[in-house]
């Protein structure tokens, strides 16, 4: 049963493969086996799920803002 | 005679702030960001007798800029020379001791937050855009392309010209990286 073992570093690399529905059958059962005995990889996988989730949205959350100069230029492209 | 859903003298008070900050997050510089907002409304100008109405004005131009952030990378992807052999040790196999297990120092803590729910602290994202700029180029590029602009691993390879091998390094490295940048200075702070 050694074959169904798998590193923290190769769980890792498969939880990416798995958002595209990119494993193997073998990687799969690897990869849940693996989740269920380690609360780090569990973590990992929710922890960096939560941060795209959020980085998606980051723009939303911007104060970032053109310049009225910029704004003025930019405007002035459509009018000249 | 344009679409009459199109308003091209509201388009910079409407959308030129928005789509700045859309171009901001994703690019991580501010002169790059205001020739994106400027290129997608020469773009949409240049394009404005096409534009059929089948979605909003508001969502046609952030297409058009989306694309335009897609072209940044994709040109920027062709003149990255890679730091060192991607299969070779770097910084992110420090996380992991010789048996590719994480290591008592790197290993993901407890942050006692709801994963399903989205942060609004304005801490976060300013840290969260700190750590995003500390990622090596390709590493930030590979990101920004599969999570922010939602495009698949196949297309992303094709973007940047690397391999499928070497995008799945990358992709995992950068949440590395992210993860424990995002610890480090903001969980621990």
Redesign the interface.
Known sequence: MRFLNISCKKAGFLLSKKEENKLTWLEKIQLKGHISICSFCRRFEQQTGWIILNAKHAHTHSEATLSEETKTRLQNLFTD | MSHPLLQ??K???NY???L???A???VND?AL??DI??ET??SA?KGKDSFKGDASEKSWLYTICKNKIIDYYRKKGRDIIQPQPIEGKDVSDG??NE????TTAD?????G?D?QQ???S?E??KI??GC?KKLQQLQQSV?VMK??EDL??EEICKALGISSSNY??L??RA??Q??AC??KNWINL
Request: charged letters at 20%; proline letters at 3%; glycine letters at 2%.
């Open positions: 091209p003298d388009w910079i008070s030129s702030d928005a700045y900050a859309y901001l997050v994703r501010s960001a205001e907002v400027q409304f020469l100008w996380f992991f048996a590719e297990h994480w290993a993901p803590g407890d942050w937050i994963y989205a942060i609004e304005k976060f994202y969260l855009n995003k990101f999570y922010l698949d691993s799945w390094v992709i995992h949440k590395l992210l993860r995002l610890e």
